[in-house]
């Protein structure tokens, strides 16, 4: 198989990311062993830095997820009330003034 068609295969059929992660630690488990010829490493290094680009690429995707749910704004819930704290009304009344008050 040649090197372009092995890669078209792998970008393909992207793994989960937890089959990726175990793939990893198979993957460095074998090449810390010594026991693989050089064209060997370097087709496992190959494979592990698309393992890992694609394990970031998971994990950055999930991240914008994760902030999008936490940054969303919570609406109140039925029978629940929306009273703020006096501070934060005062804060919010603040806010929306135009003038400038030094004192």
Known sequence: ?????????????????????????????TMESGQLPLEKLITSYERGAELINHCETVLSDARQRLELITLKP???????KND????????????????????
């Open 1 to 29: 198989m040649s090197p372009a068609k092995k890669k078209a295969k792998i970008t393909t059929t992207s793994p989960t990311f937890e089959k990726a992660l175990e793939e990893l630690e198979e993957m460095v488990e």
């Open 74 to 80: 919570k609406a109140p819930r039925e029978g629940e």
């Open 84 to 103: 703020l704290t006096k501070d934060e009304a005062s804060a919010s009344t603040n806010d929306n003034e135009d003038e400038i008050r030094l004192f």
